[in-house]
């Protein structure tokens, strides 16, 4: 009797609590998923393409410039520049690209075609009706200003005179950028043989790079940056002026020394996901069978209010056990999803879903 006198009142459960709880829990989801696939479309498709982009360098093996001597900066040579490849198959790697005003460490991977499947993997792609590198005409390559790693997201931050410099197998090209226009997609010139002078024979070998504009939404319009060719060089003497700098001892070195991060050796986040689900039943059921479900007991002895109905507090309290036990387990079902949608329902999203498969330029591969 004395245990009933001092019991706490049941709070009655309000209606409107409730649905004004659910829709704020609703929104609030929403709003989550939509900043989850932001980060998915800037982030975690370019940690994918770095991922591949990495994978193709190392099949193909080519030699260091240094190739395990002291590295030397590569003299100009006179003469036509060799072409290299003379040809190629599509999505074949062909190149390997710096742009020093991108930052030290950019470097992406330049590969035959210019199709989403490519661009969106591969890193920079080359038109496969313009010129090679080092010939007379146009070299024009395509590549992402945003999303899969955004290669050519900073084309705007270009100055004349920045070195754009392509790495075949063998050789440097090594050109300067000049300038930009912007055009409308079926301007084609900008990638025909003479930009400079569409109704001529081109004298000059130049570079044509092409991107979305603008960068964050729908692109309506092409960003067509150009350069022109300064020298070339071999890999076996060296590299370029345009990528060296020197220690305190005045050795020559590399400024890009690539380091493969620890989000792009992830190869499909589905492990994850299925991890994330065996962690939480093995703390589910240890718990269940420790503490079994204390939160419900205090509800049901009257010891807790009467909750409203809501969605995520209606989760948390039937996790068994003590409270950091159930807010583990909620994280572990939290983490599981975000990881779930990062590999299965953003990608079905951006391929399915007509405005997101215009904004994202999402082709599944």
């Known amino acids: 009797m004395a245990h009933s006198q001092h019991a706490a009142p049941r709070r009655t459960r309000s209606v409107g609590r409730s649905i004004v709880t659910i829709v704020a829990e609703l929104l609030l989801t929403f709003a989550a998923i939509c900043g989850l696939y932001v980060a998915w479309m800037q982030w975690w498709t370019g940690v994918q393409s770095d991922h591949v982009q990495q994978e193709t360098r190392a099949q193909v093996a080519w030699v260091q410039p240094n190739d395990g001597g002291t590295l030397k900066i590569a003299q100009p040579q006179d003469g036509e520049p060799p072409v290299q490849p003379k040809e190629a198959l599509t999505g074949e790697l062909i190149a390997r690209v710096y742009i020093p005003r991108f930052g030290d460490q950019w470097e992406r991977n330049l590969v035959q075609g210019t199709d989403l499947a490519e661009l969106n993997q591969h890193g920079l792609g080359h038109y496969v009706d313009s010129q090679m590198a080092g ?117 020559v070195e590399f400024i890009n020394n690539e380091r493969q991060s620890f989000a792009s050796s992830i190869t499909s986040l589905a492990p994850w996901v299925w991890g994330a689900l065996i962690v939480y039943a093995v703390v589910f059921l240890a718990a269940a069978v420790a503490w079994r479900w204390p939160a ?3 509800i049901h002895e009257g010891s807790r209010p009467l909750p409203d109905v809501d969605i995520y507090g209606w989760l948390l309290r039937h996790q ?17 999803a975000a990881a779930a949608l990062f590999q299965w329902g953003f990608p079905w999203a951006a391929a399915n879903i007509p405005f997101l498969q215009q904004m994202s330029n999402y082709v599944a591969v």
Not at 323 to 335: C, E, K, N, Q
């Open 135 to 251: 010939q007379v005409g146009n070299f024009a390559i395509a590549g992402h200003r945003n999303g899969y790693g955004q290669p050519l997201g900073d084309v705007d931050k270009l100055e004349k005179g920045d070195a754009i410099v392509i790495r075949s197998k063998d050789y440097w090209y090594v050109y300067h950028y000049t300038n930009y226009t912007i055009v409308t997609p079926d301007e084609g010139w900008v990638i025909g043989p003479n930009p400079e002078h569409p109704d001529e024979q081109p004298t000059k070998r130049l570079i044509t790079m092409t991107t979305c504009e603008p960068k964050y939404t729908a692109p309506t319009h092409r960003w067509a940056s150009f350069g022109e060719f300064a020298y070339w060089a071999r890999v076996s003497d060296g590299i370029p002026k345009e990528l060296a700098k020197t220690d305190a001892n005045g050795a």
């Open 296 to 298: 419900l007991r205090a």
């Open 320 to 336: 068994p056990g003590a409270a950091p036990i159930r807010w583990l387990l909620m994280l572990l079902l939290v983490f599981a």
